[in-house]
């Protein structure tokens, strides 16, 4: 069990986003909905709605100089509405971990 925490904690931190300028490249945005989700309680099947809320998402690419063999920096991240909206693809933002 204390192996499997430590492998994703390890993927966790290794799934970071580095600081730096990053160019949009992709938007994604999903609209809210319920799903069904059944599941048995003694002999009884319970069915009740799980709600999703919407969500924005978008993909940024690194703008490194020095990428080795062409392999580029892509990372997925959630972003408010409002940021979704005021940005556009190909714009370049900088990026900073407020964790660091």
Request: hydrophobic share 35%; proline share 4%; net charge positive.
């Amino acid at each position: 069990m204390i192996k499997k925490i430590l492998i994703i904690f390890i993927l966790f931190i290794n799934c970071s986003i580095p600081n730096g300028e990053y160019k949009i490249i992709n938007k994604e945005y999903h609209p809210s909905y319920y799903m069904p989700i059944s599941q048995m309680c003694g002999k009884i099947m319970i069915t009740h709605m799980q709600y999703y809320p919407e969500s924005y998402k978008i993909q940024l690419l690194l703008i490194d100089d020095c990428n080795i063999n062409n392999k580029s920096k892509k990372y997925w991240i959630s972003v408010t509405k409002e940021y979704y909206n005021s940005h556009n693809i190909n714009n370049i933002i900088k990026y900073e971990n407020k964790h660091d």
